[in-house]
């Protein structure tokens, strides 16, 4: 992607078209508006769009051309393209692009320098349109949109769809657009959908792509009416997502961010183009550069931590080359209540901690390891004193405590809930030796809450709070390792993993899909930051302990389970996967993946195979396969020429054979291998 030459994205529209146009010629708009938004009074879009989008409201085609704005700095070039209305509001498109071209980051600012308020119903942070150039005329059969899906402990599955099957193909008249919008509600922002879309040309072999930032609810819409297609995004507005915002004479809002690319090839390579955002925007201390091992305590004694059995479990995994410990929930319950009930007020269990929080983290810096913790500073659960005692501090919807089940929402631009989280979670943390924290979220709030604007607008800023809590944390003690969790994976967007060291991938703890999600996610969070589950239990052959270690090659290795109770053989097949890991570290922090599979339909019970291919900066190449029911006998993967074995992590290493760029696994029903490969002299 270049940058456009000056006033290359000024607004302009005129259409290239017959009422009927000649078989094979294109129709469609040259130019479209730079800025999507909608004010309130202006009249919403017409031909039957109005209740699926409000794209191509009056409201863009009030703006005019004012000025364009270039800045070259540390290798970036910002243009920033300034529309006016005649009452003086202010429109700039920011595209921020990065010198090799391998993304464009793009945003927009609205200045109310009118003499009124005004309300905004919508604002996208970006509307591109013109896929695909090279085609002339509707290219039937040629598009293909890409939708990453989600639900719990199911993150990441890749879906694509022909256009026409979502009947974005243009009509016999072009004045009817059709719009594709979709996203997520709420506060858990990859709950349904990840931000991501892409549309591939594959008649051309080019494809293009989307990943947004947003904490709270966004949307994205592919559109089309002509032979052009395009795709906008942003905040959720306020048909999807019940937002509206007033702007007072001299108020200005920045949307969201949204990074863009275009490439030749296919869904790998533009994700990895986009993933450049996420890898220019890391912001990790230094003890993460090696990829630490963790052990997470939680699925060995699931919400029962205690001084004892921690000691315990401290002895057994100490000096086998893990790097973190981490305390989960429950440190903090009463005798008899479930952990995920009392989250809110924090005081640790004497009868859990007899010797206190902090001695337990001392022990664990004692035995070569950083200590952390878990919490969930956003929610109150209902056994919780807070639930009761603080609700004027809590969100509220319909002027009413906006509850669950089990949970009540601290108000996080409230000062005196920042104040409590900064006694009851910062502090903490310090005063208790803590250098890791693991932060959970495990409900969303749905709609949005009561604020003065929308309920929309209330959650938008509720999230835009506990983002700055986030950032508080890390200023507040320097070299913090914090670890991003939401049930799971309901938080792998782009701007909550900027603020944090890692998360975790999902809480599919010890299913035989962990490879298939672990896989699918290197598309869309960079892997060194992606922690997967490797649970092990008693009765673990050595080949589901093959299978469970090298899932963790797809990302960040989090070993759990019964570790106290195994055998020297189990240990020894573990012991084996985390020397293998650090080995393979260097490419799994720094490498480009490419997904080989062969797999059924079905995740929760897959058949059939899979392997990731991952080349490393320095040219090393790490494969991590997995072969499921009724997979062949043999799965062949190509590799770079020229490489050798340097070395094979599985149950059988002799299944593994390399002829010159043909790497050759044979398969037994679900096993794991992990294979690196060097350059040969």
Same mark, same amino acid.
């Given at each position: 992607?270049?940058?456009?030459? +000056? ?17 094979? +010629? ?9 800025? %999507? ?14 209740? $699926? ?9 009030? =703006?005019?051309?004012?000025?364009? *704005? ?26 921020? =692009? ?26 996208? $942070? ?14 039937? *059969? ?7 899906? $989600? ?9 694509? *769809? ?8 243009? #009509? ?14 709420? #506060? ?32 994205? !819409? ?32 920045? $949307?969201?961010?949204?990074?863009? #690319? ?55 995994? +100490? ?131 009561? #604020? ?19 950032? *508080? ?18 938080? &792998? ?11 975790? =991938? ?15 996610? %290197? ?7 992606? %922690?997967?589950? /490797? ?22 290795? /989090? ?10 053989? %189990? ?50 190449? &790490?494969?991590?396969?997995?072969? =499921? ?6 799965? !062949? ?28 696994? +044979? ?15």
């Amino acid at each position: 992607m270049e940058y456009p030459e +000056k006033g290359g994205q000024r607004f302009g529209m005129r259409i290239r078209t017959a009422d009927e146009p000649d078989p094979g +010629k294109k129709r469609d708009r040259i130019e479209r508006p730079v800025i %999507q938004c909608k004010i309130l009074g202006d009249n919403y879009p017409s031909n039957y769009l109005s209740g $699926s989008s409000m794209l191509e409201s009056d409201t863009p085609y009030r =703006f005019r051309f004012d000025r364009e *704005e270039r800045e070259e700095k540390d290798g970036r070039v910002t243009v920033r393209t300034v529309m006016k209305t005649e009452s003086g509001i202010e429109a700039t498109a920011v595209s921020e =692009f990065r010198a090799d071209g391998r993304y464009v980051a793009a945003y927009t600012e609205i200045i109310n320098n009118s003499d009124e308020e005004i309300t905004l119903e919508m604002l996208a $942070s970006f509307s591109v349109y013109g896929i695909s150039p090279y085609n002339d005329g509707p290219a039937p *059969e040629s598009y293909v949109l890409h939708r990453a899906r $989600s639900k719990w402990s199911r993150e990441a599955r890749f879906v694509e *769809e022909p256009l026409e099957d979502q009947l974005l193909e243009d #009509s016999w008249n072009v004045w009817h657009m059709r719009s594709l919008r979709f996203g997520q509600v709420g #506060s858990m922002p990859v709950k349904d959908y990840f931000p991501f879309a892409a549309v591939e040309d594959r008649k051309n072999g080019l494809i293009w792509g989307v990943a947004m930032e947003c904490q709270s609810s966004w949307q994205l !819409e592919v559109f089309r009416d002509d032979d052009g297609i395009g795709i906008s995004g942003g905040i959720a507005d306020r048909e999807f997502g019940h937002w509206m915002k007033r702007l007072a004479p001299g108020e200005k809002l920045t $949307s969201n961010r949204a990074y863009i #690319s275009v490439c030749r090839g296919g869904l790998d390579d533009i994700a990895d183009r986009l993933l450049d955002a996420q890898r220019d925007a890391l912001d990790v201390p230094p003890s993460e550069e090696k990829l630490p091992v963790i052990f997470n305590e939680y699925c060995t004694t699931w919400g029962n931590p205690s001084q004892e059995n921690i000691f315990s479990i401290l002895e057994t995994v +100490k000096n086998r080359g893990i790097d973190y410990f981490v305390v989960d929930c429950g440190w903090f319950k009463e005798e008899g209540v479930s952990w995920d009930i009392s989250m809110g007020d924090y005081i640790p269990s004497e009868a859990l901690f007899p010797d206190g929080v902090g001695n337990v983290a001392k022990k664990i810096r004692s035995c070569g390891m950083l200590p952390g913790i878990w919490f969930e500073p956003e929610t109150v659960g209902r056994a919780a004193k807070a639930y009761g005692l603080y609700t004027d501090h809590m969100l509220k919807r319909d002027g009413l405590t906006l509850t669950t089940k089990a949970r009540r929402f601290w108000d996080m631009n409230d000062p005196w809930v920042r104040d409590y989280l900064r006694e009851r979670v910062i502090n903490f943390l310090r005063d208790n030796g803590f250098g890791y924290v693991k932060i959970d979220y495990n409900e969303t709030v749905g709609l949005g809450c009561d #604020s003065g604007d929308s309920l929309g607008e209330g959650l938008r800023r509720n999230m835009k709070a506990s983002v700055d809590f986030f950032r *508080e944390m890390k200023s507040a003690i320097p070299g913090l390792v914090i670890e991003n969790c939401a049930s799971g994976g309901n938080r &792998l967007e782009p701007g909550y993993m900027s603020l944090c060291s890692m998360a975790s =991938f999902s809480d599919a703890h010890e299913c035989v899909e962990i490879p298939i999600i672990a896989a699918q996610l %290197q598309r869309l969070i960079l892997p060194r930051q992606s %922690q997967i589950w /490797c649970v092990i239990r008693e009765n673990d052959s050595l080949r589901r302990i093959a299978y469970s270690i090298a899932a963790t090659f797809l990302g960040r290795m /989090c070993l759990s389970g019964d570790v106290t109770g195994l055998s020297p053989e %189990q240990w020894e097949m573990i012991d084996g996967g985390i020397a293998f890991y650090k080995l393979a570290a260097p490419v799994i922090k720094d490498g480009r993946s490419r997904l080989v599979s062969h797999r059924g339909l079905s995740d929760r019970h897959p058949t059939g195979w899979q392997a990731s291919v991952r080349t490393g900066a320095g040219g090393d190449v &790490l494969v991590t396969a997995h072969s =499921f029911a009724n997979p062949p006998e043999y799965g !062949e993967i190509d590799v770079p020429e020229g490489m050798k074995i340097k070395s094979v992590y599985a149950l059988d290493k002799d299944a593994v054979t390399l002829e010159g760029s043909r790497l050759r696994i +044979k398969f037994d029903e679900m096993s794991g291998f992990g294979v690196l490969l060097e350059k040969t002299e």
